[in-house]
């Protein structure tokens, strides 16, 4: 943490070019979070630059502490919301679709998992992001938990008992709001 600290430092001391050595080390990590929102490649680079675009920008505004979390809610979050934005065109053009073709029935459907996705990616905003990308690995981009394991680079025990944490937390929190 120190070695960050004193990056930092220097970053906002004018010395720019350090913040280059804080993207070599976490473009990994950033674009790992990003894809598993997201869902591909190209969107997840995209998304990956504009969290340190974001990052960068914000740098005043870090107030010590895990710079390592702070980056990570920056990616999630702007992955989030290029998601909602994606989400809501694709499902107004569905259910335009939808409506024409069936004479409407689907649409209510199509409208509750609508709210429910969007439920899902608040909670999972406001879980930790241990928990929150390995649920994403493990039902949205359907990797089993031996592959979880390999590219997230975990021990499968570990993988395992954090899907089981994860689930307990979304459950409650699934509850709180009474949905």
Same mark, same amino acid.
């Given at each position: 943490?120190?070695?960050?600290?004193?990056?930092?430092?220097?970053?906002?001391?004018?010395?720019?070019?350090?913040?280059?050595?804080?993207?070599?080390?976490?473009?990994?990590?950033?674009?790992?979070?990003?894809?598993?929102i997201?869902?591909?490649g190209?969107?997840?680079e995209?998304? $990956?630059?504009? +969290?340190?675009? %974001?990052?960068?920008?914000? &740098?005043?505004s870090?107030q010590g502490g895990n710079?390592?979390?702070? #980056?990570?809610?920056?990616?999630?979050?702007?992955?989030?919301d290029?998601?909602r934005?994606?989400?809501? $065109?694709?499902? +107004?053009?569905? %259910?335009?679709?939808e409506? &024409?073709?069936?004479?409407?029935?689907?649409?209510?459907?199509?409208? #509750?998992?609508?709210?429910?996705?969007?439920?899902?990616?608040?909670?999972l905003?406001?879980i930790p992001?241990?928990?929150?990308s390995v649920?994403?690995?493990?039902?949205?981009?359907?990797f089993p938990?031996?592959?979880?394991?390999?590219?997230m680079?975990?021990?499968?025990?570990?993988?395992?008992?954090?899907?089981?944490?994860?689930?307990?937390?979304?459950r409650k929190?699934?509850?709180?709001?009474?949905?």
């Open positions: 943490m120190a070695y960050e600290d004193n990056l930092i430092r220097q970053i906002l001391l004018g010395n720019n070019e350090m913040f280059e050595q804080i993207v070599l080390k976490y473009q990994n990590l950033v674009y790992t979070i990003c894809l598993n997201v869902g591909n190209h969107d997840a995209n998304m $990956a630059q504009e +969290s340190f675009l %974001a990052a960068y920008r914000a &740098l005043k870090f710079f390592k979390s702070w #980056l990570c809610r920056i990616a999630v979050t702007k992955s989030i290029y998601k934005k994606q989400s809501k $065109a694709e499902v +107004s053009d569905i %259910a335009r679709f409506s &024409l073709a069936n004479g409407g029935d689907s649409v209510e459907e199509l409208i #509750l998992l609508k709210e429910r996705k969007e439920k899902m990616e608040i909670i905003a406001e992001n241990k928990y929150s649920i994403r690995a493990f039902y949205y981009d359907r938990v031996k592959e979880i394991s390999r590219r680079d975990l021990p499968e025990k570990t993988v395992e008992t954090q899907l089981y944490r994860a689930r307990k937390i979304i929190k699934w509850g709180e709001d009474g949905i």
